[in-house]
């Protein structure tokens, strides 16, 4: 059943919560029209989800998850009678949520669960070459502390032949440290470290190579002991820089790449093997499937997104790429428009995320290696990089949108659930607004009633003991008003909730079936 509103809106009523048999209610109210409501107990064991273990094991915290979810309801059910479904403010955030992160939610539970989702990806077996870079200079300089050490030689030797070794030894002492290259040292190492980069590239490329035998001699990545031989990769797999991953997913069999450059160096990458992975194969590809179940989901989400794209592009979605290179902050990137759902980039809103986007996480997350002062310095490729990422969301959330999600059963009641809190938190502020807050002479006067509470100790002299004497100095009412202020305020603020709920437990006839919760032990703890 929905509710539809001026503009278009829809917004989902609040579901009555049915009533199976009292003997099964963890808790109970009654509506102002004399209907009985339960919350049962399969209802609620649903709604403590992950948390049902231990809220079962301690019947307290039972009761107290109980109590909350009766009195939103009981709550929502008073702000349906203020009219509050009404409000633009609960329209929106209702709509909001029909059509982003509840609805993604969704759609993933249903159609990306980690439990029971089914694999059908493609996976690469490389080898690498990892170049570090360097950004220090290693510095040797006379041990700073060499004539301090000198003089204890010459304090505790007594064999002048040893002391005089010893002498000389630490005379010629150094020590060594690392300091940052200034920005002159790091252009001239960038220069020549990726002339080394093309010098390995182009060695590589003559016949007969050893690909293992280059990595052994000159890789800094831990494969080097393996031949450079890496293993299983899969899509955008995330410990892997961005500007390699979208190499290796250009790279054919027996291909090897030009120098990648990345944050902590440059990458070779040889393509050894392309694959298809499935639930039945994951043991053929991966020692530990365990370990590559988040990396596994996290490809196939993406490998959704990239199949949406190629599937809707120029249909329902439209993306403009020369729109990168444009002077215009207007123009529109990204627009996905169908019935029920519409969303859009524009250049000025990437310029204005990236711009709020540190320059290391430029790099690591987007592969964007340079750092410029100015946002519009950067080229189209390199907005590029950071526009793949942008269009995922809007993307996944059309994804789900066409779904059919929406209309299922189990969106619905998480949508009415969500729409329940949100209400009954505008009730919550709507009372709120209610309170009459202590004014200053009201501060005032608790504060003359109760000059006992605000004195400090100061010393005075000393007691015979030698222990400090202490006395009693009163505090200002200046330095303590603004502290009783935030005092009475929350006084005022928790009593009149209290009262208010006191008033809707009567009111609604709520009770809460405590004999009825079921006690668990908690599972014995592992050794």
């Not at 370990?291 to 989400?301: E, G, I, P, R, S």
């Not at 986007?357 to 519009?376: D, E, F, H, K």
């Not at 789900?400 to 329940?420: K, M, P, Q, V, Y």
């Amino acid at each position: 059943m929905a509710k539809v509103y001026a503009q278009g809106c829809v917004v989902f009523a609040i579901f009555v919560f049915a009533a199976c048999s009292s003997g099964d209610a963890l808790a109970s109210y009654t509506d102002r029209g004399g209907k009985l409501h339960e919350i049962t107990r399969k209802e609620a064991y649903r709604l403590m989800g992950q948390n049902k273990d231990s809220l079962l094991a301690d019947t307290g915290k039972q009761k107290e998850f109980i109590e909350g979810q009766l009195l939103q309801r009981i709550k929502a059910k008073e702000a349906l009678l203020e009219g509050l479904d009404k409000e633009e403010s609960y329209i929106k955030r209702t709509n909001e949520l029909a059509s982003g992160q509840l609805l993604l939610g969704q759609y993933f539970e249903q159609h990306y669960n980690r439990s029971s989702f089914r694999y059908n990806l493609p996976i690469y077996n490389i080898s690498m070459i990892f170049l570090q870079r360097d950004f220090y200079n290693q510095i040797t300089e006379p041990d700073p502390k060499r004539f301090e050490k000198m003089e204890e030689a010459r304090a505790s030797m007594t064999n002048a032949a040893e002391l005089q070794a010893e002498l000389e030894r630490l005379q010629n002492s150094t020590t060594s440290r690392r300091i940052r290259k200034t920005d002159t040292e790091m252009g001239d190492y960038e220069v020549e470290f990726l002339v080394e980069a093309q010098d390995i590239a182009k060695e590589l490329n003559k016949p007969g190579v050893d690909f293992g035998r280059i990595a052994r001699e000159r890789s800094k990545h831990f494969s080097a002991t393996n031949d450079g031989v890496f293993g299983y990769v899969l899509p955008k797999q995330r410990d892997l820089p961005v500007p390699v991953n979208k190499e290796i997913k250009s790279l054919s069999v027996g291909g090897i790449s030009e120098p990648i450059n990345t944050e902590s160096g440059y990458y070779i990458i040889k393509m050894n093997n392309i694959a298809r992975v499935r639930n039945s194969t994951l043991k053929r590809y991966f020692r530990d499937p365990a370990k590559v179940q988040d990396a596994l989901w996290f490809a196939a989400v993406w490998d959704r997104i990239d199949e949406t794209i190629q599937k809707e592009s120029g249909k329902a979605i439209m993306i403009n790429y020369e729109g990168l290179a444009s002077d215009d902050t207007n123009t529109v990137l990204l627009s996905i428009d169908v019935p029920g759902f519409k969303r859009e980039i524009t250049l000025g809103t990437l310029l204005h995320d990236l711009d709020y986007t540190s320059p290391p996480r430029r790099a690591q997350q987007y592969g964007i290696m340079r750092s410029t002062l100015r946002i519009s310095d950067y080229t189209p490729e390199e907005l590029g990089l950071f526009f793949e990422w942008m269009v995922s969301t809007p993307v996944l959330y059309y994804a789900a949108h066409t779904s059919g999600i929406a209309e299922s059963r189990g969106f619905r009641r998480a949508l009415d659930e969500a729409g329940a809190s949100i209400i009954a938190q505008n009730m919550d502020d709507k009372i709120r607004e209610t309170i009459k807050w202590p004014d200053a002479q009201e501060v005032q006067e608790y504060y003359n009633n109760n000059r006992e509470k605000y004195t400090r100790d100061v010393q005075a002299g000393v007691n015979p003991d030698g222990s400090p004497f202490l006395v009693k100095q009163p505090i200002s009412y200046e330095d303590v008003k603004d502290n009783i202020q935030e005092e009475l305020n929350n006084k005022r603020s928790t009593d009149t909730f209290q009262e208010w709920k006191d008033n809707l437990i009567i009111r609604y006839q709520a009770k809460i079936h405590a004999d009825r919760f079921e006690k668990i032990k908690p599972p014995p703890a592992k050794k």
